[in-house]
């Protein structure tokens, strides 16, 4: 049998595995969010106001957007630090962009178009000039946000009109926009991840890369897929982030990135690659976003919740951990 035959037969094994394992993993997320979300109903009056959750719907929402992309490049054992200062770059250029114009269209497609393009640039660096993506992608996030806070200079835009703003903020058939965003692109995500060749093919990268090239994968074009994915959600989210204040600045994208990294890491998505679903990023920006929406609530001081997070991300890890133990005894 050659080494080629072993390594594809390897990898089909370990996506089967994988399946098995992340639905656990999935269910154990959602136990946690319904106690999470028991608690606050016991604790406050106002969690399960209709005000309340659809706050909570669309704080998710932003969240899973920015994280979407993210989850794919961690699935291939890559990171994206870029991804806060992406958000903040797509969204100052769409709103310079159509102050400049009045068009809507292009405004848009000039944040999509931004974002992706830097998730290109990630790519080749990754991809082509081999560098870690750590380094890779920390480098593009000091060029994107240099370039942001430049293109500014320190002033903030406003004032989008209502068919740009209804993205962020408007209804249809009352539900919020930006959770009907996040429900196609968690549709999408998920059947491209479980049905589709290429989504095997990324978890099988992620799972053991020189494998997966020995067996006829084409890994380069796989990495510049998912870093390009990556920018355009970041360049989307940016859209949405700015259609729902109704305002641009440079630092926006800041506060968001260790947020974001968070939501993928509680969604069970591993930093070594060959984990990681659109569904269980969705239950992670789900937990997050209550644990702080119920701080909130409790009149808990602000300056808690990044501590708050951090406990969160260690007893995700952490049902993680107990979760992988238990399949091993199997």
């Not at 794919?72 to 890559?78: A, D």
């Not at 974002?115 to 593009?140: H, M």
């Not at 589709?196 to 990324?202: A, C, D, F, N, V």
């Not at 591993?270 to 409790?298: D, E, P, Q």
């Amino acid at each position: 049998m050659s080494e080629a035959t072993r390594s594809g037969r390897d990898w089909h094994s370990a996506i089967d595995k994988l399946r098995g394992s992340e639905i656990e993993s999935i269910f154990l997320r959602l136990a946690v969010l319904f106690v999470v979300g028991l608690f606050l109903t016991i604790a406050t009056d106002t969690f399960l106001t209709q005000t309340n959750l659809v706050n909570l719907l669309r704080q998710a929402s932003l969240m899973f957007l920015l994280a979407a992309g993210l989850t794919l490049v961690l699935i291939v054992g890559g990171i994206d630090l870029s991804v806060g200062a992406n958000l903040a770059l797509s969204a100052c250029l769409t709103a310079g962009v159509y102050k400049a114009t009045n068009s809507v269209p292009l405004a848009i497609a000039t944040g999509l178009a931004t974002g992706a393009a830097i998730g290109f640039v990630n790519s080749l660096l990754v991809a082509f000039l081999k560098l870690p993506p750590f380094l890779a992608t920390f480098a593009t996030l000091w060029v994107c946000q240099g370039l942001a806070f430049f293109y500014m200079s320190g002033s903030v835009i406003y004032g989008f009109p209502p068919e740009m703003r209804a993205l962020g903020s408007g209804f249809w058939l009352g539900i919020p926009v930006p959770v009907i965003l996040m429900t196609i692109i968690l549709i999408f995500l998920t059947v491209f991840l479980r049905r589709s060749t290429i989504g095997h093919e990324l978890y099988a990268i992620g799972s053991n890369a020189t494998a997966a090239r020995l067996s006829g994968i084409p890994v380069r074009r796989r990495l510049i897929l998912v870093y390009v994915l990556s920018g355009l959600t970041a360049g989307f989210a940016g859209i949405v982030y700015l259609a729902r204040v109704n305002s641009a600045d440079a630092g926006v994208g800041e506060p968001l990135l260790l947020p974001v990294i968070a939501v993928v890491l509680i969604g069970g998505a591993s930093l070594y690659g060959g984990r990681g679903s659109a569904i269980g990023t969705l239950s992670g920006a789900l937990i997050l976003t209550a644990v702080l929406n119920g701080m909130n609530l409790l009149a808990i001081d602000s300056n808690l919740q990044p501590m708050a997070a951090g406990l969160v991300v260690l007893l995700a890890l952490a049902l993680e951990a107990v979760s992988k133990k238990h399949q091993r005894k199997k």
